[in-house]
Nanobody
């Protein structure tokens, strides 16, 4: 059974930074895509960024230039470095692993407020 555990969320002021981490346990997959999605109150879950096992990345337009996704395949961990945070980045951030099937983490709250 694959489990994804996220960490690193919190409350920050506009312009500050946070780094989210997500570690996969129980995964035997060697080729998979991992990514971050977010869901704000009253809105649908949306893609933030993804990274393939080959290191190819994809970002939502709203976070390009501010967020960076990376992965440590040996640790089966994906990171999301979030800089220049804005109030509109406030959401629950979810980690996702795709290897045929979809696996989701439980989510971590990110709140950007002055």
């Amino acid at each position: 059974q694959v489990q994804l555990v996220e960490s690193g969320g919190g409350l920050v002021q506009p312009g500050e930074s946070l780094r989210l981490s997500c570690t996969a346990s129980g995964s035997r997959f060697s080729i998979y895509t991992m990514g971050w999605y977010r869901q704000a109150p009253g809105k649908q879950r949306e893609l933030v960024a993804t990274i393939t096992s080959g290191g190819n990345t994809n970002y939502a337009d709203s976070v390009k230039g501010r967020f960076t996704i990376s992965r440590d395949s040996a640790k089966k961990t994906v990171y999301l470095q979030m800089n220049s945070l804005k109030p509109e980045d406030t959401a629950v951030y979810y980690c996702r692993l795709v290897a045929g099937l979809n696996y989701w983490g439980q989510g971590t709250q990110v709140t950007v407020s002055s």
